[in-house]
C-alpha cells in the first residue's frame, strides 16, 4: 500500500488549504483512512477519521472547520476552512487495514500545512 500525500502550503489565519491522500488500493479496502497531525514540538495526533461506510469522526479543535471529501474511490481530500495558526503542522494520511487478525497501518509521507497569524 502506499500513500501519496500532497496540497497543503502557506495560509493566513482564517484561510483555507486543501491536503489530499492518493491511495494504490480502493478507500473502500481499508477499515479506515484519516489524517494525522504533528503540531511543532508535539507527538503525532489524530485529526480525523473516516470509515468504509462513510462514517466521519473528527478531534474536538477541528470539527465544523475541516472536511473530508473522496475523489475517484482512491483519494483522500481534507478541506481545511477557518484556519489557526495552531493548525500550523505535517499533516499525515493514515489508512488502517485488517491484516491476519490485527490492524495495520500505513502512513503517506506527511505535507507541511503553515498558518500565519
Known amino acids: 500500500v502506499q500513500l501519496q500525500a500532497s496540497g497543503g502550503g502557506l495560509a493566513q489565519a482564517g484561510g483555507s488549504l486543501k491536503v489530499s491522500c492518493a491511495a494504490s488500493?480502493?478507500?473502500?479496502?481499508?477499515?479506515?483512512m484519516g489524517w494525522y497531525r504533528q503540531r511543532p514540538g508535539k507527538s503525532r495526533e489524530w485529526v480525523a477519521t473516516?470509515?468504509?461506510?462513510?462514517?466521519t469522526n473528527w478531534a474536538n479543535d477541528v470539527e465544523g472547520r475541516f472536511t473530508l471529501s473522496i475523489d475517484n474511490a482512491r483519494t483522500l481530500n481534507l478541506r481545511m476552512n477557518d484556519l489557526r495558526p495552531s493548525d500550523t503542522a505535517i499533516y499525515y494520511c493514515?489508512?488502517?487495514?485488517?491484516?491476519?487478525?490485527?490492524?495495520?497501518?500505513?502512513w503517506g509521507q506527511g505535507t507541511l500545512v503553515t498558518v500565519s497569524s
Open positions: 473516516i470509515t468504509a461506510d462513510g462514517f
Open positions: 493514515n489508512a488502517r487495514r485488517a491484516q491476519n487478525d490485527r490492524m495495520v497501518d500505513y
Open positions: 488500493d480502493t478507500i473502500l479496502s481499508f477499515r479506515t
